[in-house]
């Protein structure tokens, strides 16, 4: 249940790659007319650079480390949909620092959908691995416990994009600060 020391004015969206956080995303900022953000196009647009180069060249920590001070400078947003990468939730402040401000939905599918969805797209760098598949189990497995933080966790294996989104909105509109 949502805490009172919270001030819910955004979105935020967490959960495995491949889950469908950006379509989700686009579409709730849609519905809700609020700003749309992905934290990894952030990080892009700030260093000028791909997450692929930013994992290569300077390695998963330094990232991490990118992906923490995005984090922090959203807390003064307002009215935004905040789709998020895998990985950022499993940094304890990054899931409080968001739960100030924004309802956190965690979309979940099984690692079998994942692989379905990531197979054909080569631009994340934690599956350029001999057995992705495996790897993806294991990143979900060790990553559940940091989702099921979420205020709300949506599978999204049988749903639609419109589905899960409605989902979300109607979960803000119960949950925010600002009711109307
Ligand atoms: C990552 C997920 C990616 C991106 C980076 C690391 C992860 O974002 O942040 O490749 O650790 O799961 P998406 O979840 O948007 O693919």
Same mark, same amino acid.
């Given at each position: ?18 889950t469908g ?22 990080? @892009?647009?700030?260093? &000028? $650079?791909?997450? +692929?180069? !930013?994992?290569?060249?300077? =390695?998963? *920590? /330094? ?8 984090? @922090?400078?959203?807390? &003064? $947003?307002?009215? +935004?949909? !905040?789709?998020?990468?895998? =990985?950022? *939730? /499993? ?66 294996d049988l ?22």
């Open positions: 249940m949502v805490n009172n020391d919270r001030h819910i004015v955004n979105v935020a969206l967490i959960g495995f790659m491949g956080k950006t379509s989700v995303g686009r579409l709730v900022a849609d519905l809700l007319h609020f700003d749309y953000l992905d934290t990894d196009e952030t990080i @892009q647009t700030h260093t &000028g $650079r791909t997450i +692929t180069e !930013i994992f290569k060249t300077d =390695g998963e *920590p /330094a990232f991490r480390a990118l992906e923490q001070k995005v984090v @922090q400078e959203l807390a &003064g $947003r307002k009215r +935004t949909v !905040i789709s998020t990468g895998g =990985g950022l *939730p /499993a940094n304890p402040d990054n899931l409080a620092s968001l739960k100030a401000h924004a309802l956190v939905a965690c979309l979940w599918a099984s690692p079998e959908k994942i692989w379905e969805r990531v197979r054909h797209q080569g631009h994340r760098p934690l599956l350029h691995d001999a057995d992705p598949q495996a790897k993806i189990r294991e990143l979900l497995a060790a990553r559940e416990p940091f989702y099921k933080q979420a205020d709300v966790l949506l599978n999204t749903r639609s994009v419109r589905e899960v989104a409605q989902q979300v909105v109607h979960q803000f509109r119960l949950e925010s600060s600002g009711r109307r």
